[in-house]
């Protein structure tokens, strides 16, 4: 791990990142979870995937069930919360930073989740980069939307949570990427999750 952190990532490394394993770990979001995948993945084959941010493993427990024999990988900044990670099945776990983690592999599927809203505007175009280096095939973005960056008050912390375009901002980036697939998680849904947006974006072999 890069040893100058950021003052976003040493918050998510340190105590509040700790506390905030607890509020994390209930079965009902890794239900919730599994049918948010299976719409959005419906008739799509993955057979690798990579999370940048994955907490305690919710998403990638929810992955797990949908699809079999996965190859997984993450990328987690929280030393506690890669414990949880490495009891998963078939995931292999980095304790890195995501905005400077790299790796040889290229996987089917990067998914970012409720994690680049906690990344300052400035640091987005290195997370940018990770990710369509780390990207085979998809790369699923889901977060709170803005049409512009914006900081929101977070648990009484300022800085530490950002609404933004971030689909739209990779997309001008990355030419050679389509969006194939989009929608909006509401919090009164059947299978309910945090209100937030969410886009399914497609690499081509176009090249920027």
Request: charged letters at 30%; proline letters at 2%; glycine letters at 4%.
């Amino acid at each position: 791990m890069k040893k100058n952190l950021n003052t976003q990532e040493k918050f998510w490394q340190g105590n509040f990142g700790n506390s905030y394993i607890g509020r994390s770990k209930h079965k009902s979001i890794i239900k919730n979870n599994f049918y948010f995948f299976k719409k959005v993945f419906r008739k799509k084959k993955i057979k690798s995937l990579i999370e940048l941010g994955p907490n305690v493993g919710n998403n990638i427990i929810a992955l797990n069930k949908l699809f079999n024999n996965l190859k997984i990988s993450a990328v987690e900044i929280n030393k506690k919360a890669c414990g949880y990670l490495k009891k998963i099945k078939n995931v292999k776990v980095f304790n890195d930073s995501i905005l400077e983690f790299n790796a040889e592999d290229r996987f089917d599927l990067v998914l970012i989740k409720g994690v680049m809203i906690h990344v300052h505007p400035k640091n987005l175009k290195k997370l940018y980069k990770t990710t369509d280096r780390l990207a085979k095939k998809y790369i699923l973005i889901c977060e709170y939307y803005n049409p512009y960056p914006i900081s929101i008050s977070y648990r009484g912390h300022k800085n530490k949570l950002f609404k933004n375009d971030y689909a739209g901002e990779f997309l001008k980036l990355y030419k050679n990427y389509k969006l194939i697939d989009q929608g909006f998680n509401y919090h009164l849904d059947k299978y309910p999750l945090d209100d937030s947006n969410w886009f399914l974006l497609k690499k081509t072999k176009k090249k920027n």
